[in-house]
């Protein structure tokens, strides 16, 4: 049963479950373009194209850091205030001390990746509920941004623009490219590197995963700093863009990368999900936004909306996540 | 009090007569693959302690789900306070005073004794408030009655296990229970504990409550009982009266079993040069064990459940924390103290359930197969074509059937899902591998494919270690059986005098 077995093996490599779950979420996208196109002319359009995908680069490098805690079965509701933090710390750093571009980003990025390890350390040692756990350190660094900044939005005066506008070769902008690599980089870890398939592991059964001699703790530790990390990293994208920091912004990524992250096939106990699926997640979400300004919805009306979609969306995870549980007893 | 069978039945045209509370007729109820409880009869009367004795999966906890609701028998009746009833849903049990107390208390503890005896009927003053003093008085007078020497004001979260059981039973007496099943009542406890709660029973027997009353344990069961009745394999063997059955006589009821069942394997020749020497392990419900497994050897651990044997290997394998412990193999000391010490040392664990701690359901075979191999291996990148071949190569060795390595191990069968486990240890290079109930829930036809494989590794010159609840599969496989009882080993036996009385009478402790 080898020969011409081999076929039907390659085949179900290709649609394996996983995958299968990508392809649903691309014709969806398709369709959505489609109708989208129909609508507008002006939607598909390069410079509408690049527009959402800049739009959602933010949420989009957040979204990943998140996806692999979800994968290890850990929630991470604080991005969106580390994010501030590090913001505030970029922007002091930018303004006030006047530290180079490089010395910045090393700065901003260390600040979401300290806060990230600490989360970790929080969430395995005192083995709270991590949606629990996080939801209370969200606070604390919404608390931690504020006296940073003293409660000010900080101006970075000009400075640093670069980061976040630079279009490569006038069309690409920059945090397009950072989204991209960092997608394609999470993406060879959760496939290629041993770490990943661990961290699938732990989110698939916790108990099997420590009696097949996996540190659980360690592998969550370092997810959350990822997460943590790319957070820190964001920031910069974001006071870039606007020219300033200010204490209380991103306090919707944590919902935002759930959601997209969902949508993209991760499930919400972990274990499962993939990210090419997070990445097609994190556009569908943006296009529905871009669609809704597209229609001239209100933007009061845009966020019952999508609040709706995201609770649809988890709900749909959800039962199949059920069903798949409710094994004969 | 209880003289005969016989006599019931003659004193019932008496007005003093005890009450038949419960009468089970030819009730059955089978599983895919097992019939759990084959056309059972069973009475209890008023005031008796009836005991239950069979070994595992003789079919006692299938007859208390039956009778607390939680299992509706496929046919016979059981005849409850006069009417009949097919089956019963568990509001219906609690409804006819059918009350069964389990060890997992469900007390709250954050509330007082007497609280806790009133859960759900509490009395009211006038006002509708909650009368404290009258709910005090209630619980002090309840728990005199039952000779409880408890403060009934004290919050049931600060009680020991056994005083929380005695609230337990307090609190179904103030339900007006009239059937109590107690189910393995004193595991884990001191026998100042035990002869305590054996105390409290026969209390509430005096009271005319019927007590089904069930236990590993002979002593107790020869110390309360006022009638026993055997079951093996689903079906009733004899119910006997008090003091007309001696301990011998239960154990050859208890087993007895067709030599046509058992299973031949093939034998083995074992090396006694090699060996691992587990060496004083403590830890948990665990005292001080200590064994060896030769090369090649199969060697059985038997006990009853509760008995610590899923405890020991837990600790075996450093998945629970050891008080003390050591472990030599082919001569040199090795140092375990976590499950990925185990796997460098060559151990590998399949656990008892390998749904919940075995296998990652919703992973591919192929994720399943290489996690342990993967997880304790050199190098940090993913070697996908080797990591394919290797897989596929297992799969076939040990002929798993899946349509394809991409499958998710929780649409295969029983037996594959125990071969895609086996087939995990083997591919990490396990040496000495540990099999907790390693054929349970699987259809026969694949039990005897795991039992040739196990065979084959014990000629490969692996050590084996096989816990197991089935006997005929002990007796047929294992070169050696130890016997645990309360956490310790308290006798091990040689395949030339294997039996199955020579096991059970170990596990239950009776005098060989």
Redesign the interface.
């Known amino acids: 049963m080898s020969e011409n077995n081999n076929n039907?093996?390659k085949i179900?490599?290709w649609v394996?479950?996983s995958n299968r779950s990508v392809y649903y979420l691309l014709g969806i996208l398709i369709i959505a373009v489609v109708i989208m196109s129909f609508l507008d002319p002006n939607f598909l359009t390069q410079r509408n194209i690049f527009n959402v995908l800049n739009q959602q680069s933010t949420l989009g490098i957040v979204t990943m850091g998140v996806a692999m805690a979800m994968i290890a079965g850990c929630i991470d509701l604080t991005v969106g205030n580390v994010l501030a933090c590090a913001a505030g710390v970029a922007a002091i750093a930018i303004s006030h001390w006047g530290l180079s571009d490089g010395w910045v980003i090393l700065l901003a990025c260390l600040v979401g990746l300290v806060a990230g390890v600490f989360n970790g350390i929080i969430v395995t040692k005192t083995k709270i509920d991590s949606f629990i756990a996080t939801l209370g350190l969200m606070t604390v660094y919404q608390g931690l941004a504020l006296i940073i900044s003293g409660g000010n939005n900080i101006y970075l005066q000009g400075k640093f623009g670069w980061f976040g506008t630079y279009k490569v070769g006038g069309i690409v902008p920059l945090p397009v490219v950072y989204f991209v690599v960092i997608t394609i980089v999470v993406y060879f870890v959760m496939?290629?590197?041993?770490?990943g398939?661990?961290l699938?592991?732990i989110g698939?059964?916790p108990?099997?995963?420590?009696?097949?001699?996996?540190?659980l703790d360690v592998h969550k530790i370092i997810a959350y700093s990822v997460s943590g990390l790319l957070a820190g990293f964001t920031s910069l994208i974001v006071i870039s863009r606007i020219g300033q920091s200010q204490p209380a912004m991103g306090v919707s990524y944590p919902l935002e990368s759930i959601a997209a992250a969902v949508i993209g096939g991760v499930?919400l106990g972990g274990?499962?999900g993939t990210i090419p699926g997070v990445f097609l997640g994190v556009i569908l979400l943006g296009l529905i936004r871009n669609s809704l300004n597209i229609m001239r919805v209100p933007s009061f009306y845009q966020y019952v909306m999508l609040g709706s979609i995201i609770i649809i969306a988890v709900t749909l995870s959800n039962i199949g996540s059920i069903r798949?549980s409710g094994?004969p007893s | 009090m209880l003289t005969s069978d016989t006599e019931f039945i003659r004193e019932s045209d008496n007005p003093d007569k005890p009450k038949i509370l419960l009468s089970v007729k030819a009730c059955s109820k089978s599983f895919p693959g097992v019939k759990a409880f084959n056309k059972v009869d069973f009475d209890l009367y008023a005031g008796e302690i009836h005991c239950v004795v069979g070994e595992n999966g003789a079919g006692k906890s299938t007859f208390i789900k039956m009778l607390s609701g939680a299992l509706r028998p496929d046919e016979g009746v059981m005849i409850i306070g006069g009417r009949e009833y097919t089956f019963l849903t568990p509001a219906l049990a609690h409804q006819l005073g059918i009350q069964t107390i389990y060890q997992e208390i469900s007390l709250a503890p954050e509330l007082s004794v007497a609280e806790n005896i009133f859960m759900g009927q509490y009395p009211v003053n006038r006002l509708g408030l909650l009368d404290y003093s009258t709910l005090k008085k209630e619980s002090k007078v309840l728990l005199e009655n039952l000779k409880i020497d408890l403060d009934v004001e004290v919050l049931v979260g600060e009680l020991s296990i056994p005083e929380k059981q005695s609230v337990q039973i307090a609190k179904a007496m103030a339900m007006e229970a009239k059937i109590f099943i107690l189910d393995e009542p004193t595991a884990s406890y001191s026998s100042s504990e035990i002869n305590h709660l054996l105390d409290l029973v026969r209390e509430v027997a005096a009271k005319g409550v019927g007590v089904i009353y069930i236990s590993h344990h002979l002593e107790e069961i020869f110390s309360i009982h006022d009638r026993i009745t055997i079951l093996r394999d689903g079906n009733k063997v004899a119910t006997h009266l008090k003091n007309e059955v001696t301990e011998e006589q239960i154990i050859s009821e208890m087993v007895g079993r067709d030599l046509s069942m058992f299973y031949t394997r093939e034998m083995v020749e074992i090396d006694y040069s090699n060996s691992i020497i587990f060496k004083g392990f403590s830890g948990g419900d665990v005292k001080d064990v200590s064994f060896e497994i030769h090369k090649g050897e199969i060697v059985g651990l038997a006990g009853m459940v509760g008995s610590g044997r899923t405890d020991l290997v837990r600790l075996l394998f450093g998945a629970n924390q050891k008080q003390s412990g050591t472990v030599i193999f082919e001569g040199d000391e090795v140092d375990i103290s976590s499950p990925s010490q185990a796997i460098q040392a060559g151990l590998s664990l399949l656990t008892e359930d390998r749904q919940k701690t075995g296998l990652i359901l919703e992973h591919s075979v192929k994720w399943n197969v290489s996690v342990v191999q993967l997880a304790n291996s050199k190098g940090r990148l993913i070697n996908e074509r080797l990591e394919t071949q290797s897989v596929d190569d297992y799969i076939h060795a040990i002929d798993i059937k899946t349509p394809s390595i991409y499958q998710e191990v929780r649409f295969l069968s029983g037996g594959n899902q125990q071969k895609v486990v086996l087939a995990k240890w083997l591919y990490a290079n396990s040496n000495i591998i540990i099999f907790d109930e390693p054929t349970r829930g699987i259809d026969i036809g694949s039990k005897e494919e795991i039992y040739k494989l196990m065979v084959q590794l014990a000629k490969d010159g692996k050590y084996i270690l096989m816990v197991s609840s089935d006997m005929p599969e002990l007796i047929a496989m294992c070169d050696r059986v130890v016997v645990m009882r309360q956490g310790r080993i308290v006798g091990e036996i040689d395949r030339q005098d294997l039996s199955e009385e020579k096991v059970l009478t170990y596990s239950i402790g009776g005098i060989l």
């Open positions: 039907t093996k179900s490599s394996n479950k496939r290629y590197v041993k770490y398939r661990k699938y592991a698939g059964n108990e099997a995963a420590f009696l097949a001699g996996i540190s499930a274990g499962k798949k094994n």
